[in-house]
């Protein structure tokens, strides 16, 4: 097996708001505590290995992006470590973990939002090399064209502004820019969720190729279960910020262990399985600011047990490689 590249050990963000001074007087004459803010990734702990395509999935506000941000050093960690090959970055000097930092890089989902209108792709894409002293500046021009060839572009791009292109160049020149740097890991946050499914196809076809061509890891963040299917080697599941299911791709598609990977896949169209018929998940997602008690799941739960509502499912492995967090599981592995 591979070296582990990224781990993280119980991860947590909590996001909190001063309360206005309405709020704290009306606290005070209540004698309310403060809202403990919103616990938007709680507890995960996740490895990854070197060369795979790990799937992190769930609905919006799930905690998927707020998690991705964390291990691209965007935000920090409220709770918890980040190991990096090996390292933890947080304890390192400035320099180091700068260095470090740069091997993650980003790809978003709007590239149009995320590239400076005003800057030429020449400049958004050599930027952050140059800066960084990854790329002499006397080799400027035949790294630009190095760069625009492998995302399927060519120089005549160069000179030209983001506003040019047509969303799926534009998602290119962003995956070019993240590539600049020499990153060893790509964390793709909904990058093509945005395009049209053609065009997603290019672009996850051309990730991919650059996966194998570069020997990358990819963090890929997605809503969409039929997109990761075909892609990733590892999914974990995500609901308000707790991994409710982790395994395979082949094994969450196969036998999944929660109900709510289980709501996810039935809400995803099969044709190879005649099945063109499916069900959106059932009700609306709760609010991270007042999450339900026990199960985060249970209000929307088919399979609700008393227990659900009082007790938190802990993540265990209910199969070897495969961990799921729901009751159910302790009565199948009690009989
Ligand atoms: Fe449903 Fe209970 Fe399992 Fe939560 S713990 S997913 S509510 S059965």
């Known amino acids: ?61 799930c905690g998927k992006s707020t998690l991705a941000r964390i291990v691209a050093q965007l935000i920090p960690a409220t ?8 390292q933890n970055l947080a304890t390192l000097d400035a320099t180091s973990r700068r260095r470090m930092a740069l091997e993650i890089q980003m790809v978003f ?68 820019r993240a590539l600049a740097v020499k990153p060893r890991m790509l964390i793709c946050d909904e990058s093509v969720a945005a395009l049209d499914v053609s065009i997603q196809a290019q672009i996850l076809n051309l990730l991919m190729d650059l996966k194998e061509r570069e020997q990358l890891t990819y ?11 075909h892609i990733c080697d590892e999914v974990v599941i995500m609901y308000l910020g707790r991994v409710v299911e982790q395994a395979s791709t082949e094994d969450i598609f196969s036998q999944s262990r929660h109900p709510y990977t289980q ?30 008690a026990g199960c985060h799941f249970n209000p929307r739960c088919p399979h609700v047990m008393p227990r659900c509502r009082v007790d938190v499912p802990l993540l265990r492995e ?11 599981n302790d009565l199948s592995l009690a009989r």
């Open 109 to 176: 989902q709007n590239p149009f939002a995320s590239l400076n209108p005003r800057k030429r792709v020449a400049d958004i894409i050599m930027e952050a090399p140059l800066v960084h002293g990854i790329t002499p500046a006397r080799e400027r021009e035949s790294r630009l064209a190095e760069l625009l060839s492998m995302v399927g572009l060519d120089m005549s791009a160069a000179q030209r502004y983001p506003h040019q292109f047509s969303g799926g160049q534009r998602q290119r020149i962003g995956i070019a």
């Open 263 to 292: 709501a996810l896949l039935s809400a995803v169209p099969r044709i190879e399985d005649g099945k063109r018929d499916y069900q959106p998940v059932q009700g609306e997602i709760p609010s991270p600011l007042n999450p339900p």
């Open 219 to 229: 963090l890929f963040i997605s809503h969409d279960l039929g997109v990761v299917e």
């Open 1 to 61: 097996m591979s070296e582990p590249i990224l781990e993280l050990r119980h991860v947590s963000k909590v996001f909190t708001q001063r309360p206005d001074l309405i709020e704290r007087a009306v606290n005070l004459v209540s004698r309310k505590h403060p809202s403990a803010g919103v616990h938007a990734v709680n507890d995960v702990s996740l490895t990854v290995q070197a060369g795979k395509v790990i799937g992190i999935v769930g609905e919006s506000g």
């Open 79 to 86: 709770q918890g470590e980040v190991l990096y090959r090996g």
């Open 318 to 328: 209910v199969m070897p490689r495969h961990t799921a967090a729901c009751h159910l």
